[in-house]
């Protein structure tokens, strides 16, 4: 008999697993084999050796491939254990060959776009609205890149021998318009096109399935999923990973550890998460929808934990007038944001694409986290109650002092 296949601690025959259970195991399969059940943080900038040769070699195989060094990774901006378990499981949720983590999503799309100048190629075709800094950083010239705005028909027509990407982002921030990933990528023909796939998750979109070559995420907004974490992956093949480590050797951008172990744990509960969320989203959407003190929803088909809304007067009111949802910028985490992206996401844009893009100056966007959906609904209604009435709310649910005051100052703020 084969005392290998009869072995009792072999293991389990690979098959391929659904998603859930992907963001609960993936990056983690050979924790069991070292006794561990959580993930080991390793925070070493560096690593010992007595083998210079050996290290020579390693240094010289990554400058000439790109691909994660074999042992131990010598200094950390090649590569750090940790970072890469976020990375394995990312790419496998998205359904690629590879991912690249940075220290935020902007980090990583600066890789993108340096790995394709890198290549002479620095000519951008994408849609708008992207997320305001990414419109901001393809626009502004920062990086030598040259943009041309269209809509997604115009995608072919705008492809130049010198394009180097296609951007999109679908549902897009902060309007939630949507694009057929499939059709777009279609006109792309060899040019890689890029999803930033931020809003959707893998759990409601796999872009890399509709042709889409290289997928971005703001890892700081559902990933990692509690607002406190800031990071950003890129999942795309094997051939253009290796170009982006090296950008990332080479420009520095990479992912603390301690950020690359909160980004797998919030993999494994991203399915639950995204799916709780959606579902109240969508029920706060409905409501708003057949509300009269409401002029206009976005809520995508795909669905999603994202409602944007315009009000008929002043959606400043409703900022000032919200209780338990938080004013802030940011989204993806489990409670619920609401923000103002004519002053802050997309305040960089110039006035007038942020208009033609659809980002008017009554529009508000809202993060919804895993609060229950009636308290959710009772502050929004009087919020816009409020804005309705033209004056700031009566009496705010907010008992919380704004900023930590020593105790015994501490002042009573109801019903400011
Ligand atoms: C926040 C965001 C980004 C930028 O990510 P950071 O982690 O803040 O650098 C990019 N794209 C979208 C859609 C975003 O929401």
Redesign the pocket.
């Known amino acids: 008999m084969d005392a290998e296949a009869s072995s009792p601690v072999s293991p389990a025959p690979i098959r391929s697993r659904a998603f859930a259970t992907e963001a609960v195991h993936a990056g983690r399969d050979d924790l069991a084999s070292l006794g561990l059940h959580a993930a080991p943080i390793d925070l070493s900038t560096t690593y010992p050796s007595y083998d210079s040769r050996a290290e020579a070699e390693r240094i010289d195989a990554f400058a000439a491939t790109g691909a994660r060094p074999d042992g131990p990774p010598v200094y950390a901006r090649l590569d750090n254990p940790t970072t890469a378990r976020f990375e394995t499981a990312l790419a496998r949720l998205e359904g690629t060959g590879s991912a690249v983590a940075f220290?935020?999503?902007?980090?990583?799309?600066t890789a993108v776009l340096l790995a394709r100048a890198g290549a002479g190629l620095r000519h951008v075709v994408a849609v708008r609205p992207?997320?305001g800094?990414?419109d901001h950083l393809l626009g502004a010239g920062l990086l030598g890149t040259e943009v041309t705005w269209t809509d997604p028909a115009g995608v072919f027509d705008a492809l130049r021998p010198d394009t180097g990407l296609v951007m999109i982002?679908t549902p897009?921030?902060p309007t939630l318009a949507e694009i057929d990933i499939q059709a777009v990528a279609h006109s792309c023909g060899t040019v890689p096109l890029l999803v930033?796939n931020?809003?959707a998750t893998p759990v409601l979109q796999r872009p890399a399935g509709h042709g889409a070559r290289i997928v971005?995420?703001?890892?700081?907004?559902y990933l990692g999923g509690h607002g406190d974490v800031?990071?950003?992956v890129v999942a795309c093949d094997e051939e253009f990973a290796a170009t982006l480590r090296q950008v990332r050797f080479a420009t520095g951008g990479v992912l603390h550890p301690l950020a690359g172990y909160l980004l797998l744990r919030g993999l494994s509960t991203l399915s639950v998460r995204v799916r709780a969320a959606s579902a109240t989203a969508a029920e706060l959407a409905r409501r708003l929808t057949a509300d009269p003190r409401v002029a206009r929803v976005h809520y995508p088909r795909l669905g999603g934990a994202m409602v944007s809304f315009e009000v008929h007067g002043d959606p400043h009111r409703v900022i000032a007038g919200v209780g338990l949802v938080t004013p802030a910028v940011?989204?993806?985490s489990v409670d619920t944001l609401i923000q103002h992206p004519a002053s802050i996401?997309h305040r960089i844009v110039d006035e007038g694409d942020r208009r033609a893009a659809g980002v008017g100056d009554r529009l508000l966007r809202m993060s919804v986290g895993l609060e229950d959906v009636e308290d959710l609904w009772a502050d929004l209604d009087q919020a816009l109650s409020a804005e309705a009435a033209g004056s700031p709310p009566a009496a705010r649910t907010r008992t919380a002092p704004r900023r930590q005051e020593p105790a015994g100052q501490e002042r009573q703020r109801a019903g400011r």
């Open positions: 220290a935020s999503g902007m980090a990583a799309l992207l997320y800094c990414s982002e897009a921030n930033d931020t809003f971005l995420h703001s890892a700081t907004k800031m990071g950003g940011s989204l993806g996401s």
